[in-house]
């Protein structure tokens, strides 16, 4: 499949229907600022999203390093606190020997040396191979208690170091416990091959040592066992976490796990895992994720202020370039209409012209008959006026009257014909040397018959210092015999038509045309010079003598103006150049 | 009489294809004193101009067969020193060949006013025998 841009462009933005459709150039700005606006608020809007998704990836990668970094200290702190007690244990063993710490005082010693160093001891016990508890110092009465069938004494038997979870047990306080076995030296009894040291904590060490990584009011710390039972207080739960209970196993040591979970269908919170070495217990943190922080916040803040500022300026811009743009369009387009229709006009003039001048050539032969015709008859009349007999003489005056007006109308029909070559339209501007009054006359005795018929008065003024003048005289003609046949239409029957040629200075002639008529309004006046404008009944004017009339007398290097008001008529003025420069014809 | 008969019969041939007006228009002349006669076809022309000596010619330069200005040099090439007018129903003379129109005495446009015909063959009468 082939990407026809054309195609595309002319389906979506439909410039050509719009351009032929009425009210076309303000739905085509409509158009191109909803396209331009559209395309650029779309790329505005991936710019904006891909911002704010890079917002989200990095906030949330740096949540979790934080996540991670407070984890790992906090597993670190853990691990050294059980760390450290082990160390203890080991050392106590290591001074005083397995049978000394059977002895109750010397226990009670090391549980004041232990309370000493860690405050958080609550009590020391040492249990035989057989699971009884020889020795005990502490709050409590312990001694003679039996651990065999416990689980820890077991494990502690296999694995030699074993970290309870937090319980209740005897004492009803939550509590967890540190066993070390240690192995008897010299020859072994029955149930006292081996002795195991237990000391008791407090469990609230741990949140206390846990309570230093909150941060947030909506998160979230605590220590779970092996098999996902809360082992410190936690805002979020209590008892078993089942729901976690696979991601709790499925955590690896040394690696912290983190995921996205919507904790008891709430927002969605950021979960991180972790093992506490030589414990069965996996550190939790439940945080929030810093995308609903303040900082995002502000930062999507001033993403969506710039988006704003962009969408209005893109808006100024594009409203203000289409409006020119469009503008642009509207004159090339008028322009190019009223080019083509004084083409067409000129071209209907000419074949007019053409046709006038045919008509005018062929007639010219009948007439050189009739002409001719009539001629031999007053010939004849002249030649028998001597001999013919005095009754037959007034028959004879009668033949050579009628003959006369024969030749006469020919010799008028002669100087229609002249008058209409005359006026044959010339595409080309051609210059020569002719007299204004002249010319000026000849179009007046064009309009004699109608000035008659209409009452009309013709006042003509013509300075007897008016120079000859360099221009074409067949256009001036014809802007003149415009300019007149508007005045018929303009004055009642009786009004007064004045035409004055005079001189302005060396350079320039001024012709105008003045009537008594109705007069023009101002804003008619406006556009009286502008294509297809016309005041006259429909049908009556094609709204283009004047306008071509302008386009004539600009070419011929002049201007006209018109002063008129209503009730006032109207005043034409021609300025012309009485020389024209005539190198456009010589380079021909 | 239409006018005083002049002394020398000046001899003119009308040429014009258009019979209705060559016929009258010679009688005309007739009438005035003139030996006129009048041929409607290029080659009646030839003939008459080999066979007569003609002083004056008054040519159509728009006929059927030969163009005008064929006939005028063929003419001019059998008897240079015949003067001949040229009459045309045309108003735009200028556009005709400007050599045809320089070489011929002179041009008239019909419908043609008699007079002035006459004064037009009484003066290329005179330029042919008195310069």
Redesign the interface.
């Given at each position: 499949m082939s990407l026809d841009f054309k195609y595309w462009i002319k389906k979506y933005l439909p410039i050509d229907s719009v351009i032929n459709a009425p009210g076309h150039y303000r739905r085509l700005k409509i158009y191109i600022n909803l396209f331009v606006i559209f395309i650029s608020v779309v790329f505005l809007l991936i710019i904006l999203f891909v911002s704010k998704l890079w917002l989200m990836n990095f906030l949330k990668q740096e949540t979790d390093n934080m996540i991670k970094w407070q984890m790992e200290n906090t597993k670190n702190n853990l691990e050294y606190f059980i760390n450290t007690k082990l160390s203890s244990l080991k050392f106590m063993l290591s001074v005083y020997g397995i049978e000394a710490l059977k002895d109750k005082n010397t226990l009670s010693k090391c549980l004041i040396n232990l309370q000493k160093e860690f405050g958080e001891i609550v009590d020391i016990g040492i249990i035989d191979s057989n699971g009884i508890m020889v020795t005990y110092d502490g709050p409590y009465k312990m001694e003679g208690n039996k651990y065999l069938d416990h689980e820890w004494f077991k494990q502690v038997a296999v694995q030699g170091v074993f970290i309870s979870d937090v319980f209740m047990g005897f004492r009803k306080l939550p509590h967890f416990a540190i066993a070390i076995k240690t192995e008897k030296p010299g020859p072994k009894e029955i149930g006292n091959e081996f002795l195991v040291i237990r000391i008791t904590i407090d469990a609230s060490t741990l949140s206390k040592l846990l309570k230093n990584m909150t941060v947030n009011e909506g998160d979230d710390v605590f220590l779970v066992n092996g098999v996902g039972v809360v082992q410190t207080p936690s805002k979020m739960f209590t008892g078993l976490m089942d729901s976690y209970l696979s991601d709790v196993s499925a955590v690896i040591d040394n690696n912290i796990k983190l995921l996205s979970k919507n904790i008891h269908s709430g927002k969605e919170k950021i979960v991180g895992l972790l093992k506490i070495k030589n414990t069965l217990w996996t550190l939790i943190t439940i945080t929030e994720p810093k995308g609903d922080i303040f900082i995002a916040k502000l930062f999507l803040r001033e993403l969506l202020a710039i988006f704003i500022i962009s969408v209005l300026i893109i808006l100024t811009i594009t409203i203000v370039i289409t409006q020119i743009l469009v503008n642009w369009i509207r004159i090339a387009h008028e322009e190019r209409e009223r080019a083509m229709v004084e083409i067409e006009h000129s071209s209907k003039l000419a074949a007019i012209g053409k046709l006038a001048?045919g008509v005018?050539?062929?007639i010219?032969?009948p007439?050189?008959?009739?002409?001719?015709?009539a001629?031999?008859i007053t010939?004849f009349v002249?030649?028998n006026r001597e001999v013919v007999d005095d009754d037959f003489k007034p028959v004879l005056g009668k033949f050579e009257q009628l003959s006369n007006s024969i030749v006469n109308a020919?010799?008028r029909c002669?100087t229609i014909?002249?008058r209409l070559?005359g006026f044959v339209r010339r595409v080309d501007v051609k210059y020569e040397l002719i007299n204004l009054k002249d010319a000026i006359k000849e179009v007046i005795g064009f309009l004699e018959k109608e000035l008659l018929y209409k009452n009309i008065q013709l006042v003509e003024n013509y300075d007897a210092a008016l120079p000859s003048i360099v221009t074409d005289k067949g256009l001036l003609q014809q802007v003149i015999l415009n300019i007149i046949n508007n005045a018929f239409d303009a004055v009642e029957k009786g009004g007064i038509i004045e035409i004055s040629v005079k001189p302005i200075d060396e350079e320039k002639a001024l012709i105008s045309i003045r009537d008594n008529g109705h007069g023009i309004k101002p804003e008619q006046v406006k556009n009286i010079f502008e294509p297809f404008y016309t005041t006259k009944a429909k049908g009556k004017g094609t709204g283009l003598g004047l306008s071509i009339s302008h386009s004539i007398v600009k070419k011929m290097g002049g201007t006209i103006t018109v002063d008129s008001d209503i009730g006032r008529g109207a005043c034409f003025m021609i300025e012309l150049p009485l020389k024209k420069e005539i190198t456009v014809n010589a380079e021909q | 009489?239409?006018n005083n008969k002049t002394e020398e019969q000046i001899r003119v041939l009308l040429v014009d294809d258009?019979e209705?007006?060559g016929s009258?228009?010679v009688?005309?002349l007739r009438?005035r004193g003139y030996e006129a006669d009048y041929v409607y076809s290029a080659v009646g022309a030839i003939e008459s101009v080999k066979n007569t000596p003609y002083d004056v010619i008054l040519l159509d330069l728009k006929m059927p067969g030969l163009d005008g200005i064929s006939v005028f040099e063929k003419i001019k090439a059998i008897n240079p020193a015949i003067e001949i007018i040229i009459i045309s129903?045309?108003?735009?003379v200028d556009n005709v060949n400007k050599e045809v129109i320089d070489s011929a005495f002179d041009y008239l446009?019909?419908?043609?006013n008699?007079n002035e015909v006459i004064h037009k063959i009484t003066h290329a009468y005179k330029k042919r025998y008195h310069s």
């Open positions: 001048a005018a050539h062929e010219n032969n007439l050189s008959i009739i002409s001719q015709s001629g031999l010939d002249e030649i020919v010799g002669h014909t002249h070559l | 009489m239409l258009e209705s007006f009258v228009l009688e005309r009438l129903g045309r108003l735009d446009v019909k419908p043609l008699i």
